[in-house]
């Protein structure tokens, strides 16, 4: 029996770490799915799936096409598609202006490594979110 397919490696990361490619996004289909990191995916979250980089990675996203650039979190694994280097939330992808070519050119830099347990205000962009933790 044929082996599973080895999952891509994890890039050196640090301070210059950046990588180039195509981006694209998802949305109503996967809204309200839980995602690899175990949150429930929202599309009006600033949020990215990446195959490789730690759940609570935050990056900059630069758009080539018009020099838009956003900040996401990452919370889910993929694109599994053939040349394409990270998945956007609807909002993200939004905010960089590729909702009607559905991908672009982009840039990712790490902002920070930090991995977070729970989505904040800062990474969702919600203020409920922040009501919702359970301080017991």
């Not at 950046?18 to 929202?42: I, K, L, M």
């Not at 990452?74 to 694109?79: T, Y």
């Amino acid at each position: 029996m044929p082996s599973a397919p080895a999952a891509p490696a994890a890039p050196p990361l640090g301070p210059d770490w950046s990588e180039v490619g195509v981006a694209s996004w998802y949305g109503p289909p996967f809204h309200g799915r839980t995602t690899a990191s175990g949150e429930v995916y929202d599309m009006e979250a600033m949020t990215a799936a990446h195959q490789t980089l730690p759940f609570g990675t935050v990056l900059s996203v630069w758009n080539f096409d018009n020099g838009l650039t956003t900040t996401v979190r990452v919370n889910d694994r993929g694109p599994f598609v053939r040349n394409r280097i990270v998945d956007l939330s609807r909002r993200a992808a939004r905010e960089l202006d590729m909702i009607r070519p559905g991908t672009a050119q982009v840039r990712l830099s790490i902002l920070s490594l930090r991995v977070a347990a729970k989505p904040t205000e800062a990474t969702t962009g919600r203020t409920d979110q922040a009501r919702q933790d359970d301080p017991r």
